[in-house]
């Protein structure tokens, strides 16, 4: 299962890259619209933000240090800024995952995200829907904005 994860994660991680490199107009990642409230660079700021916390922090024990409402409101950064930014991520859910035997994944998360006690399996696959629920905003986002 734990190969499975992994798979699926740079898999999506990939196709968030793929996402990004597809706008024939780099201003745009950052735009939004009527209907349209995160810009695709927001979301990527997020989806990063997010999987470095959970994983790279929690599980990783790394020294991240998330600031969510930055994810959100924060600066523009340039296609290859967040490109690398993606890169890094990647990494870093490899480096945490790989320490850890395959009975691991039946342990308890160790944190209270949802305010019930849930396995460190659950919230991976929790994790990987989360990220493909954004990374279809994305998608949605380059087709409608990036004419």
């Known amino acids: ?16 890259k793929s996402e990004l490199q597809s ?4 201003e745009v990642i950052w735009e939004t619209s009527i ?19 959970y994983i790279g922090f929690h599980l990783g024990k790394s020294n991240f240090v998330r600031n969510r409402e930055e994810e959100f409101s924060g ?3 340039s296609l290859t800024e967040l490109l690398k930014m993606v890169d890094d ?6 480096q ?19 305010g019930y006690e ?3 399996e659950f919230f991976l696959v929790h994790l990987i829907s989360h990220f493909n629920y ?3 905003q994305i998608n949605y986002h380059r087709r409608i904005l990036d004419k």
């Open 1 to 16: 299962m734990k190969d499975t994860l992994m798979t699926l994660f740079d898999r999506d991680l990939k196709r968030l």
């Open 23 to 26: 706008y024939q107009n780099e």
């Open 35 to 53: 209907g349209i409230n995160n810009s695709a660079g927001h979301l990527t700021l997020h989806l990063v933000g997010n999987l470095n916390h």
């Open 75 to 77: 600066h523009k950064r």
């Open 89 to 94: 991520t990647m990494l870093e859910i490899n």
């Open 96 to 114: 945490a995952l790989l320490q850890f035997p395959e009975d691991w994944l039946s342990r308890n998360y160790p944190e209270d995200v949802f």
């Open 118 to 120: 849930m396995s460190n």
């Open 134 to 136: 954004h990374l279809g």
